[in-house]
């Protein structure tokens, strides 16, 4: 089993891959392999509504992430998707990516469980991470969810790493995608995760 983790922001190591990578870590301890793809920092295009996907079985833009993305989702078996905030919406980019990719490729996410992950420095992730994952419910996908809404925070590099509740908010999405994998792939029960004691973090001090 794999699950494909895009980091929608274009600093490769910044918090949204920290992130991400939690997430991942978790999972394979777990027993679940991971994978993470960055957007990058390449222009996107943005969906013109052409149609001539359903005539290629591709978009017809092939000079950027989407198509090999597709590629990756249909050896995945299921989907996270992170992003950092900007003005209460995600990274136009990954939104742009992701509109093709549904649009294009919709059979190759049917049915898969997936999440969304917000970054923020303060406010907006509620938001940011709604708009992210109204897509996956467009197509019969299980939202996997934690503890906690998916939301880290941090703005300088590296600095989500101080977000205790927001790590552990990661690991426990970990936990419960590898669980809802186990359980569709087997023929027996899979035993509920564990849960870490939770490790409240205020920003008020």
């Known amino acids: 089993m ?3 983790l895009i980091n929608g922001s274009a600093r490769a190591n ?9 997430v991942g ?7 679940v392999d991971y994978e993470i793809v960055g957007i990058g920092t ?3 295009h943005g969906c013109i509504a052409c149609g001539r996907c359903r005539e290629l079985g591709h978009c017809v833009f092939d000079d950027d992430l989407c198509n090999r993305l597709a590629e990756k989702l249909a050896e995945s078996d299921a989907i996270v998707v992170g992003t950092p905030t900007f003005y209460g919406q995600p990274n136009g980019a990954l939104l742009a990516l992701m509109q093709r990719l549904f649009y294009s490729q919709s059979h190759l996410a ?13 406010g907006g992730a509620t938001a940011a991470l709604q708009s992210l ?3 996956f419910q467009l197509q019969h996908m299980p939202m996997v969810t934690s503890q906690y809404w998916n939301i880290v925070y941090g703005r300088a590099e590296g600095e989500a790493t101080l977000d205790s509740e927001g790590m552990q908010t990661m ?9 809802l994998l186990k359980s569709i792939h087997s023929q027996e029960p899979v035993p509920y995760p564990e849960s870490e004691e939770w490790e409240p ?3 008020i001090r």
Do not use: D, Q, S, Y
């Open 42 to 44: 390449k222009p996107v």
């Open 171 to 179: 690991r426990a999405l970990g936990r419960n995608i590898a669980f």
């Open 25 to 31: 870590k978790t999972l394979k301890e777990n027993g």
């Open 133 to 135: 994952t109204m897509m």
């Open 2 to 4: 794999k699950v494909l």
């Open 201 to 203: 973090m205020h920003f």
């Open 14 to 22: 910044g918090n949204t891959h920290i992130a991400l990578e939690e």
């Open 110 to 122: 049917m049915h898969k469980p997936a999440a969304g992950i917000a970054v923020c420095r303060r």
